[in-house]
């Protein structure tokens, strides 16, 4: 127990550090330390499913380090319960990634095989490049089944990210980069307007920003929030309210001048 309260003590201390002044220094000592939760994580999931458990532990790793890098020590949320969502997120998001490939009928596997082996045959005999139509004849099929069937197996093959697909200037432009990263940009959103509402927070009069972080941010219910201020709980009610009023002028005035 006693080592055990050492550890956690050790990682608050470093993510507080971590939270004041980033470093990779830092974040490598705090992935070593809870590494624990990315192994649990992996063991739970790995019971799960074929993919080999050192896989799954190794992108859970980046779960854990995006908890680190977005936590707040001063929100009183315990780190555990802020990163296994993170850690579970980036598991899971990496599995269904893996079975998003394209299945096709088990039929047109087996008559993309044999066309595969008639192509070779009909080629080697008449000596050249065999026509859909005479593939489909002798499978037995119409030719624009035959035809799905090919295009099926061409559409399931995945493409590589690093694939060029054009250019600009002199540089080239890969497949990679001509896809919208959803998750960065949601990221980036969310980022913002944690930004957005942090400033507008610091503009309100003392008590209001207090009774707002307790009650909103940190979740404490409005008589213990009233304790920490120094004021009754119908106060902090009364703080809350013009607190939502200021930050909805100051966040959308546009708003404010149209009404």
């Keep these: 127990m006693a080592t055990q309260a050492s550890a956690h003590s050790e990682s608050m201390s470093l993510l507080m550090n971590y939270y004041q002044q980033p470093s990779i220094k830092v974040r490598n000592q705090l992935v070593l330390l809870t590494a624990g939760l990315v192994r649990q994580i992996a063991h739970r999931i790995g019971r799960q499913c074929a993919e080999p458990y050192q896989d799954l532990e190794q992108i859970g790793y980046l779960g854990l380090i995006r908890a680190i890098e977005r936590f707040n020590p ?15 997120g980036e598991v899971l998001h990496f599995l269904r990634d893996k ?19 008639v192509r070779q045959q009909l080629t080697a005999k008449l000596g050249r490049k065999v026509r859909d139509e005479e593939i489909a004849a002798v499978l037995n099929v119409s030719v624009s089944e035959w035809r799905e069937t090919q295009a099926a197996e061409h559409n399931r093959q995945a493409l ?3 694939a060029t ?4 200037l002199d540089c080239p432009v890969t497949l990679g980069d001509s896809l919208p990263d959803t998750r960065e940009q949601q990221r ?28 909103y941010i940190k979740g ?31 966040l959308h005035p546009e708003d404010a001048v149209m009404t």
């Design 99 to 117: 079975s998003s490939v394209l299945k096709i009928p088990r039929r047109w596997q087996e008559l993309q095989k044999e066309g595969e082996k």
């Design 74 to 88: 001063h929100q009183g949320c315990a780190f555990s319960s802020f990163a296994v969502p993170y850690i579970r």
């Design 220 to 250: 404490l219910p409005r008589k213990e929030a009233a304790k920490r201020i120094g004021v009754s709980p119908m106060t902090v009610t009364r703080h809350l309210q013009r607190g939502v009023k200021q930050l909805s002028t100051l």
């Design 165 to 168: 697909v054009g250019q600009m």
């Design 160 to 162: 590589s990210l690093d």
């Design 188 to 215: 980036q959103y969310l980022e913002e307007e944690r930004q957005q509402l942090s400033g507008a927070i610091s503009e309100l009069e003392s008590k209001t920003k207090q009774a707002i972080e307790f009650v």
